[in-house]
């Protein structure tokens, strides 16, 4: 077998991992499950998406995000070097293909953490991706994460809370679901399907 682009001899795609893809609402956890999974299993990769967003303070590039410029972006997609990419306040985000592609040919996990419309397109462009949905443990809980962060105004609540019910009418289209009422238990339960 040839090597791939990073050096390693390509896992036969019969036992090569699945993208596994975790969406859900704003609010229900995914940074902070996705975090304490990485620290207790860095083997899991975790995708890095590019960004037309200015680095906030602390931000390296391909830490947290590879900043690129429109000019940039426009460039990656019209490539083909996304395999998905959406539009959120004024700025684009999107994850690199080739990348994941590398990572799984490599036979490591790949973990995207992206939000439904990102995984919709995901489905689209990679149907053998497994798609995990987590879910608050019920809307009022989800009400309450939302609420007392106290980070934003009423205003910005009320529409994530419009977009949140849009969000949780499309669990069914998900492969699985893990409902988060405790963290350490959905990264457990989120390892063992990657």
């Given amino acids: ?110 973990l995207l953490e992206i939000d439904l419309q990102g995984a919709r397109l995901v489905r689209k462009s990679m149907p053998e991706a497994q798609l995990v949905f987590l879910a608050p443990p019920s809307w009022d809980e989800l009400v309450r994460r939302l609420t007392g962060r106290g980070t934003e105004p009423p205003e910005v609540i009320r529409r994530r809370l419009e977009v949140a019910k849009t969000e949780l009418a499309a669990e069914s289209e998900f492969d699985g679901t893990l409902v988060n009422t405790s963290v350490e238990d959905v990264a457990r339960e989120l390892l063992a399907l990657l």
């Fill in 1 to 110: 077998m040839a090597a791939t682009s990073r050096g390693a001899t390509p896992v036969p795609p019969e036992v090569r991992p699945r993208l596994t893809v975790l969406s859900g609402p704003s609010g229900v956890g995914k940074s902070t499950v996705v975090a304490h999974l990485r620290k207790e299993y860095p083997e899991v990769w975790l995708s890095v998406s590019a960004t037309t967003r200015r680095p906030r303070p602390g931000e390296r590039h391909g830490v947290q995000y590879f900043f690129v410029d429109d000019e940039e972006f426009d460039k990656l997609i019209a490539n083909g070097e996304l395999l998905e990419w959406a539009e959120f306040a004024g700025n684009r985000y999107g994850t690199p293909r080739r990348a994941v592609l590398d990572h799984l040919e490599a036979g490591e996990p790949v």
